[in-house]
Nanobody
Framework: QVQLVESGGGLVQAGGSLRLACATS????????MGWFRQAPGKEREFVAS????????INPDSVKGRFTISRDNGKNTVYLQMNSLKSEDTAVYYC?????????????????WGQGTQVTVSS
């Protein structure tokens, strides 16, 4: 049982910022790749960003266009998604995900564990 505990979602005005956090166990955090996906109403789940054990990152430029940053705190076993310059089209449920080992894929089917999601709503 791998648990991913998300926090930081909420309502924000366009142009504002939010920081999402996802905490997990030390073994999961140290061994797995951590990432973020999002799913807007009526749309498929979309990859946002991920960070691997060695600190290497994968970013979906089509999704965030350099506005978002993923990072990790090894002491807290927590991965963060800093979201800046938020737009209304960023409104979605954001899901924390974890993949076994080093995961470079942006495809949902290549990830192993999922959080229950946190709602991000950007008002225009």
């Amino acid at each position: 049982q791998v648990q991913l505990v998300e926090s930081g979602g909420g309502l924000v005005q366009a142009g504002g910022s939010l920081r999402l956090a996802c905490a997990t166990s030390a073994p999961t955090f140290s061994s797995n790749t951590m990432g973020w996906f999002r799913q807007a109403p009526g749309k498929e789940r979309e990859f946002v960003a991920s960070i691997r054990r060695d600190g290497g990152t994968t970013i979906n430029p089509d999704s965030v266009k350099g506005r978002f940053t993923i990072s990790r705190d090894n002491g807290k076993n927590t991965v963060y998604l800093q979201m800046n310059s938020l737009k209304s089209e960023d409104t979605a449920v954001y899901y924390c995900a974890s993949g076994i080992g080093a995961v470079f894929s942006m495809s949902v089917e290549h990830w192993d564990y999922w959080g229950q999601g946190t709602q991000v709503t950007v008002s225009s």
